[in-house]
């Protein structure tokens, strides 16, 4: 099973600054099959970014994916107040899935 | 509109079996798998299993192998997460989410479900 280890566990900063968010895996995800989820609290996860680097429908362009291997990376170019949330990697390299534990957005 | 509509908030005791739902509208609901993922109170997301309606063809993970069921009504365009014995640590929402494939992203999510056990 591939474990997804994310980073930092909380991020403190204020809207307008930018957020970098890590997401490792144990070992090397096959064919970028990495997405990115956020979740606000008492919703539903959202998806953003699946396949490493592709937004999904709807996601402003100040969220962007990239990486390879076993390090990826989550990039909010521009903090907006909705944006404070809970992000989560998801690796589905294999059909069994595995969620990193999680990077909590908080505001400065 | 594409949607995944879950069945209600379930209060139940340990040894107690109970069955949740998903049903998915707005699209072609037999060709898209559909997953489950667990968050225990305060926790993280937590990938369970998926299911391709289909054919009902069913990969689980391997801690949870054994421990829930998960099937498919594809008549009424249903998917089932089930239990026979809960206990006190299958407390938690519970979501479904529709993917692409058998190798995909989460695209769509359900409002979730939230499952107590509790004497």
């Known amino acids: 099973e591939v474990v997804l280890t994310q980073s930092p566990g909380t991020l403190s900063l204020s809207p307008g600054e930018r957020a970098t968010l890590s997401c490792r895996a144990s070992e090397s995800v096959s064919s970028s099959y990495l997405a990115w989820y956020q979740q606000k609290p008492g919703q539903a996860p959202r998806l953003l970014i699946y396949?490493?680097?592709t937004r999904a429908t709807g996601i402003p362009d100040r969220f962007s994916g990239s990486g390879s291997g076993p390090d990826f990376t989550l990039t909010i170019r521009r903090l907006e107040p909705e944006d404070f949330a809970v992000y989560y990697c998801?690796?589905?390299?294999?059909?069994?899935?595995?969620f990193g534990q999680g990077t909590k957005v908080e505001i400065k | 509109e594409v949607q995944l509509v879950q069945s209600g908030a379930e209060v139940k005791k340990p040894g107690e079996s109970l069955k949740i739902s998903c049903k998915g509208s707005g699209y072609s609901f037999s060709n898209y798998w559909i997953g489950w993922v667990r968050q225990m109170p305060g926790k993280g997301l937590e990938w369970m299993g998926i299911?391709?309606?289909?054919?009902?063809?069913?990969r689980y993970s391997p801690a949870l192998q054994g421990q829930v069921t998960i099937s498919v009504d594809k008549s009424i365009n249903t998917a089932n997460l089930q239990w026979t014995s809960l206990k006190a640590s299958d407390t938690a929402m519970y979501y479904c989410?529709?993917?692409?494939?058998?190798?995909?992203?989460?695209?769509?999510w359900g409002q979730g479900t939230m499952v107590t056990v509790s004497s």
């Open positions: 299911i391709y309606p289909r054919d009902s063809e069913t």
């Open positions: 998801q690796q589905y390299a294999s059909s069994l899935g595995t």
């Open positions: 396949d490493t680097s």
């Open positions: 989410a529709r993917l692409p494939g058998v190798v995909g992203a989460f695209d769509v």
